[in-house]
C-alpha cells in the first residue's frame, strides 16, 4: 500500500463548481500535512497546511481526520486558474527521521469555461 | 534573494555514463530532498538529507547517490546503475523540525539519448 494516496482524476468541472479532493495516508505516526499545487512542467508550491481543527484560505478549505488517516481539499467557486495538479502531503516521524516529506501522485484538476 | 537553484535546466546523457544535478540553496535550511517525476505521476523521494554529512535514502534510491558537504549544495548523481533515468527530477529545501514549506527548485529534466 502506498503511505500517500490520491484519485489520480482528472476531475473535468466548470468554472463555478465546488470540487473535493481526498487523500489518505497509512502511517499513523505521520506529524505534518500539506497540499501543494504544481502547474503543468512547474515545480510545486505550497498551496496551505492542513491543521486538527481545519483551515480556511479564502475560497480553500483543507481538513485533517487523525483518527480516519485522511485529509480533504475543497475549492469553491472554481476560477479557469485554479486548474493545476494537487498534491498531498506528508511528514513523517520514523525513528531519526523527522523530516522525510512524502508526496502522493497527485489529483489533476481542469476546469472547464 | 534567497531561493534554490538547480542546473541544469535540461541535461542529455549517453547511456553508461554517470550525471550530476545540482542544487544549492541560500535560505539557510538544514533539510533537503531529491524527487524525481515522471509524466503524469507524483513525486518519489531519492534521497532527504537531515543535516550536513548526513543523508537517509528515500522510496527509490537505487541508482543514485548524492553527498551533503555543505549545508547549501546537495547534489544528485545518477549512475549508470540507473536503469530507466530519464525524468524530471527536482529539488527541495526546508527548515528543520517545524511545520513549515518545502521551497523548490525549478527542476532538471534528464533525457537519456
Known amino acids: 500500500r502506498k503511505e500517500v494516496e490520491q484519485d489520480p482524476g482528472p476531475f473535468n468541472v466548470p468554472e463555478g463548481a465546488t470540487v473535493a479532493f481526498n487523500c489518505t495516508y497509512s502511517n499513523s505516526a505521520s506529524q505534518s500535512f500539506f497540499w501543494y499545487r504544481q502547474d503543468c512542467r512547474k515545480e510545486p508550491k505550497l498551496l496551505m497546511s492542513?491543521?486538527?481543527s481545519g483551515n480556511e484560505d479564502g475560497r480553500f478549505t483543507a481538513q485533517l481526520n487523525r483518527a480516519s488517516q485522511y485529509i480533504s481539499l475543497l475549492i469553491r467557486d472554481s476560477k479557469l486558474s485554479d486548474s493545476a495538479t494537487y498534491l498531498c502531503v506528508v511528514r513523517l516521524l520514523a525513528g531519526g527521521a523527522t523530516n522525510k516529506l512524502i508526496f502522493g501522485t497527485g489529483t489533476l484538476l481542469a476546469v472547464q469555461p | 534573494d534567497g531561493g534554490i537553484t538547480q542546473s541544469p535546466k535540461y541535461l542529455f546523457r549517453k547511456e553508461g555514463q554517470n550525471v550530476t544535478l545540482s542544487c544549492e540553496q541560500n535560505?539557510?535550511?538544514?533539510?533537503m530532498y531529491w524527487y524525481r517525476q515522471d509524466p503524469g505521476q507524483g513525486l518519489r523521494l531519492i534521497y532527504y538529507s537531515q543535516i550536513v554529512n548526513d543523508f537517509q535514502k528515500g522510496d527509490i534510491a537505487e541508482g543514485y547517490s548524492v553527498s551533503r558537504e555543505k549545508k547549501e549544495s546537495f547534489p544528485l548523481t545518477v549512475t549508470s546503475a540507473q536503469k530507466n533515468p530519464t525524468a524530471f527530477y527536482l529539488c527541495?529545501?526546508?527548515?528543520?523540525?517545524?511545520?513549515?514549506?518545502?521551497?523548490f527548485g525549478q527542476g532538471t529534466r534528464l533525457t537519456v539519448v
Open positions: 527541495a529545501s526546508r527548515i528543520r523540525g517545524f511545520d513549515t514549506e518545502a521551497f
Open positions: 492542513v491543521y486538527s
Open positions: 535560505l539557510n535550511h538544514d533539510a
